[in-house]
């Protein structure tokens, strides 16, 4: 349960070393790997998409267009939160890697980078979603 | 005739031949990490949130992007960064959840090889990028 100490159960593990175990670090790393792999496969198709441009810009221009739509731009909303969360996440890792106090700090490390997450997405998410909604019901 | 043997029933181990792949390997994802933070945030941020993304995108917005050199190398830098990142990354969650070794062997095939096709041809089209290309 998050908030809670990772509980031991004598016998389980070598060393009694449950930093990460069943604990909130636990999910942050199953999420490092989940945004990894999706943005992974985004990257294949991204370059895959723009290598059209050497084959001509009516190609490019024509797939590009099947792009500007709003549930794309919901996947455009989902992909930047997965990288960034990836990235913050990444951030963190590298402190409890490097820095002598990051396993000390993991876990309010872990709330910090979602409060950053959350302040950065909130903005973010209006600047990539405002021109489709106003286009969806701007109206004139 | 007194033979000591240290541990004779220890199967016998063949030489030897750690390498230091696992540890470079660690160290890259940090590394490149680093400079992916800067990179690919940086093209998020320019191509998501600066003037509305992709509703200004085409193919004369590419061609004027990359007539800078700036552009060209941030790019490629990032292409060869993210997939050898994403690569080693997915090389490690293969490497956990495949049980058989045919799997893990096959899937990594399928990786290398889709490594080695997006580096190539992203490579390719940002070297060979010819603005006044007729379509």
Redesign the interface.
Known sequence: MAGTTATERAGTSRGGGTLYRGDLGMWSWVAH?IT??L??FF??AH??D??L??V??????KV?ET??NPV??LF?VGL?GA??YH?LN??RV?LV??WSKGPKYQRPMLWVILAIWVAVMIP?TY??M??TVTDLFGGS | MSLTLDKPRSPRRPAARRSNLELYSWLFM?IS??A??VL??GH?FIM??LD????R????F??GRWASPFWQFWDLSM?WL??IH??N??RT?INDYARKDATRFWLKVLLYV?MVL?IA??S??IF???PD???
């Open positions: 790997r990894g792999v943005t992974f990257l294949f370059v895959l723009t290598a441009v050497r001509s810009p009516d190609a490019y221009d590009i792009y500007k794309v731009n455009e930047v990288v960034l990235a990444g951030i590298m890697d490097f973010g600047f990539m405002v021109r | 940090r990490g680093v992916l933070l690919v945030l998020l998501n949130i509305g993304g992709v509703h995108i085409n193919f004369g590419v061609a292409l993210a997939q994403g690569g990354g997915l969650v889709s997006i041809l992203g390719y089209v060979t990028f010819d290309i007729t379509s």
